[in-house]
C-alpha cells in the first residue's frame, strides 16, 4: 500500500538520526534492502528517492554481525546493477554513445549504501572467481557511468532547475566513488558528504559563549584580563612568610645610618633592648648620680 509505504520509508529516514548514535539499524536496512529495493521501480519517483536516501542514511550498521551485513551485500549489488546503465557494445562508427537517462541522486545513494557494505565486508569482492566476476561486472557499469558523469555536469552547470545544485554534488559523489572501486583492490577510505545531507554551519562566536556561559555569568558583566606586565593585575593579601621576607630585604637595602636614625626615640634619646622605661642607661653607665627613692 502506498500509504504504508511512505510512513515505513519517513520512519526509516528518521531512524537513521538514532541509529548514528548507537541503535541499530538491523530491522530497517534489511525491510529497505529484501523488500523496497527489489521494487524500487515500480515506486513513484518521490518515494524511490526517499528510500534510496534512507538506505544510504542507514548505511553505517553499528552493531550488525559480520555474517548479517555479507548477507545485505548480494541484493544491494543487484538493486545497484539494475539503476547502472548498461556499457554499450563497441561498433566500427566513430559516433559518440548516447548518454541515457540517468537519476544521479538515485544511483548516488545506492552506490554509497553498497559502498558502505562492502567495507565492511571486503571479501565479497576478492575472495574467490565469483567475487572476481562480480567486481569485473561491476567495473564494466562504473567506467560507463564515469563517462556520462562529465556531460552531465555540464549541463547541469547551466541548469536553471532549483534542484540542480544537489544533483551537481551528487555527480561528484558518485565520480569519487567510481575511483575507489576501480582500484585493485578497492579502497574503502574515500570519505563523501552526501548530497542530501545538510552541512553543519559553524556557529558564531557569540552563540558558542552564550551555550557555555550560566546565566548569573551573562548578568556580570565582562571584566578584562589583565597582562602579566600590567599593573591591573589584582592584589592579593600577602602570607607571613611573604611579609618577613619583605620587611628583611628592605631592611638589607636600607643604609646603616637610616636605619640607626629610625629607631632613635623621641627628642634623640636611644631606647635599647629592655630599656623602654626611664631615662637613659646606656651600657657600663655608672649609678652614681642616682639617689634612690623619694619617700617624703
Same mark, same amino acid.
Given at each position: 500500500?502506498?500509504?504504508?509505504?511512505?510512513?515505513?520509508?519517513?520512519?526509516?529516514?528518521?531512524?537513521?538520526?538514532?541509529?548514528?548514535?548507537?541503535?541499530?539499524?538491523?530491522?530497517?536496512?534489511?525491510?529497505?534492502?529484501?523488500?523496497?529495493?527489489?521494487? +524500487? $521501480?515500480?515506486? @513513484? &519517483?518521490?518515494?524511490?528517492? /526517499?528510500?534510496?536516501?534512507? #538506505?544510504?542514511? !542507514?548505511?553505517?550498521? +553499528? $552493531?550488525?554481525? @559480520? &555474517?548479517?551485513?555479507?548477507? /545485505?551485500?548480494?541484493?544491494? #549489488?543487484?538493486? !545497484?546493477?539494475?539503476? +547502472?546503465?548498461?556499457? @554499450?557494445?563497441?561498433?566500427?562508427?566513430?559516433?559518440?554513445?548516447?548518454?541515457?537517462?540517468?537519476?544521479?541522486?538515485?544511483?548516488?545513494?545506492?552506490l554509497y549504501a553498497f559502498h558502505q557494505l562492502a567495507k565492511k565486508s571486503p571479501e565479497f569482492l576478492h575472495s574467490d572467481d565469483a567475487a572476481a566476476t562480480r567486481l569485473r561486472l561491476l567495473k564494466v557499469r562504473l567506467q560507463f557511468l564515469g563517462m556520462c558523469c562529465q556531460?552531465?555536469?555540464?549541463?547541469?552547470?547551466?541548469?536553471?532547475?532549483?534542484?540542480?545544485?544537489?544533483?551537481?554534488?551528487?555527480?561528484?559523489?558518485?565520480?569519487?566513488?567510481?575511483?575507489?572501486?576501480?582500484?585493485?583492490?578497492?579502497?574503502?577510505?574515500?570519505?563523501?558528504?552526501?548530497?542530501?545531507?545538510?552541512?553543519?554551519?559553524?556557529?558564531?562566536?557569540?552563540?558558542?559563549?552564550?551555550?557555555?556561559?550560566?546565566?548569573?555569568?551573562?548578568?556580570?558583566?565582562?571584566?578584562?584580563?589583565?597582562?602579566?606586565?600590567?599593573?591591573?593585575?589584582?592584589?592579593?593579601?600577602?602570607?607571613?612568610?611573604?611579609?618577613?621576607?619583605?620587611?628583611?630585604?628592605?631592611?638589607?637595602?636600607?643604609?646603616?645610618?637610616?636605619?640607626?636614625?629610625?629607631?632613635?626615640?623621641?627628642?634623640?634619646?636611644?631606647?635599647?633592648?629592655?630599656?623602654?622605661?626611664?631615662?637613659?642607661?646606656?651600657?657600663?653607665?655608672?649609678?652614681?648620680?642616682?639617689?634612690?627613692?623619694?619617700?617624703?
Amino acid at each position: 500500500q502506498g500509504d504504508q509505504l511512505l510512513r515505513a520509508l519517513v520512519c526509516s529516514f528518521e531512524a537513521s538520526f538514532l541509529c548514528k548514535r548507537g541503535a541499530s539499524p538491523k530491522v530497517f536496512i534489511e525491510f529497505l534492502v529484501n523488500t523496497v529495493m527489489p521494487n +524500487l $521501480g515500480d515506486l @513513484p &519517483e518521490d518515494a524511490q528517492l /526517499l528510500a534510496a536516501k534512507s #538506505l544510504a542514511a !542507514l548505511a553505517h550498521p +553499528l $552493531g550488525m554481525k @559480520p &555474517e548479517e551485513l555479507l548477507a /545485505l551485500c548480494e541484493p544491494t #549489488l543487484e538493486s !545497484l546493477m539494475t539503476l +547502472l546503465p548498461e556499457a @554499450p557494445q563497441p561498433s566500427e562508427s566513430d559516433d559518440a554513445p548516447a548518454i541515457p537517462a540517468i537519476n544521479y541522486r538515485v544511483t548516488e545513494c545506492l552506490l554509497y549504501a553498497f559502498h558502505q557494505l562492502a567495507k565492511k565486508s571486503p571479501e565479497f569482492l576478492h575472495s574467490d572467481d565469483a567475487a572476481a566476476t562480480r567486481l569485473r561486472l561491476l567495473k564494466v557499469r562504473l567506467q560507463f557511468l564515469g563517462m556520462c558523469c562529465q556531460p552531465a555536469l555540464k549541463d547541469l552547470k547551466t541548469s536553471t532547475d532549483t534542484t540542480a545544485p544537489v544533483t551537481i554534488k551528487a555527480v561528484q559523489n558518485i565520480s569519487v566513488i567510481i575511483k575507489t572501486f576501480l582500484k585493485v583492490p578497492p579502497v574503502y577510505q574515500t570519505s563523501i558528504v552526501l548530497s542530501f545531507a545538510k552541512p553543519v554551519a559553524a556557529a558564531p562566536a557569540a552563540a558558542v559563549g552564550a551555550l557555555v556561559t550560566s546565566p548569573k555569568a551573562e548578568a556580570a558583566p565582562a571584566q578584562k584580563r589583565p597582562s602579566a606586565v600590567t599593573s591591573e593585575m589584582p592584589k592579593r593579601s600577602m602570607t607571613g612568610k611573604e611579609m618577613r621576607q619583605q620587611y628583611t630585604s628592605g631592611r638589607a637595602q636600607q643604609p646603616q645610618q637610616a636605619r640607626s636614625s629610625s629607631t632613635r626615640g623621641t627628642g634623640g634619646q636611644w631606647r635599647g633592648r629592655g630599656q623602654g622605661r626611664g631615662t637613659y642607661r646606656g651600657r657600663g653607665s655608672s649609678n652614681s648620680d642616682w639617689k634612690g627613692p623619694n619617700f617624703s
